[in-house]
């Protein structure tokens, strides 16, 4: 196909459990100063290339999952429980953005309260808001997680509850130094790569295990990876105009899109 590619672990600093730092900015600053890119919610990399931060593509999307966990003595059982409570976040990220999709249907929106952990790396993040839901500092949090994954291993170890879970969608995006040629042949082999899961799942769930020793170092809780037997799914359907505008009016509904400055689907989409 013509793309070199290489498998790489996070590197060891993106475990940095110290608050600070706005990981949307951070990738923002990434992929402006560099040939590179990141997947993430659908909202989110709106918000991120309506900023002048590269440009999506929009030939598939990746399901991903919510998981709003919940501590035993918090009182909280059903989605309804939520109304005042916080709720543990990354500001302007998946679990920000799906928190409020999700609630709006158990909750009145006013009722929502978000609680913004701070980090500097997307890994970070994961794990300061499971960190912060351990500690009792927060009642509740999203830690976006698959069925059966590490983080919700870990926060059931804990004795943490699961209260609300559902799919949201997530779209990569690049940097505008990135040729459309490579991004073709990136979204050639995404639908190579999801044919051959589809086929051969088992000869790569050892990839979805390798995080398994350093989370549990990390929060001091056994993790089976036998239990993790599923990765975010990629969804050759088309993410077009049609959904880019109403994703654009849900952002604009709550007042989450004031850093956008461009707002036109053919600026910020590039075709394979």
Avoid at 60 to 74: G, K
Avoid at 201 to 219: A, G, I, M, N, S
Wanted: overall charge negative.
């Amino acid at each position: 196909m013509g793309l070199d590619y290489r498998f790489r672990g996070s590197p060891p600093e993106w475990d940095e459990l110290s608050p600070g730092g706005f990981v949307r900015q951070a990738h923002e600053e990434m992929v402006a100063t560099g040939p590179t890119g990141f997947c993430d919610c659908s909202w989110g990399v709106l918000v991120s290339t309506g900023a002048g931060a590269g440009r999506f593509i929009p030939d598939f999307y990746t399901e991903a999952h919510l998981c709003i966990y919940a501590r035993a003595d918090s009182g909280i059982t059903v989605p309804g429980d939520l109304a005042g409570k916080p709720i543990a976040v990354s500001e302007l990220t998946g679990s920000h953005f799906s928190t409020v999709e999700a609630l709006e249907r158990h909750i009145d929106r006013k009722d929502i309260r978000l609680h913004f952990t701070t980090a500097r790396h997307s890994d970070a993040a994961f794990y300061t808001r499971l960190k912060e839901l351990l500690e009792g500092v927060v009642p509740a949090a999203n830690l976006l997680d698959i069925p059966h994954g590490p983080l919700r291993q870990i926060a059931e170890h804990h004795g943490m509850r699961l209260v609300l879970e559902g799919t949201f969608k997530r779209l990569d995006y690049f940097s505008v130094a990135i040729p459309d040629t490579d991004i073709g042949r990136f979204v050639q082999a995404m639908r190579l790569a999801q044919d051959e899961l589809d086929r051969r799942p088992d000869d790569y769930l050892h990839y979805l295990w390798r995080e398994v020793p350093r989370l549990e170092k990390l929060f001091k809780a056994s993790i089976d990876p036998r239990q993790i037997i599923e990765s975010p799914r990629m969804v050759f359907t088309p993410f077009d105009a049609g959904e880019f505008a109403r994703t654009l009016q849900w952002i604009d509904a709550r007042g989450l899109s004031g850093r956008m400055v461009t707002r036109d689907y053919a600026s910020l989409a590039v075709r394979a």
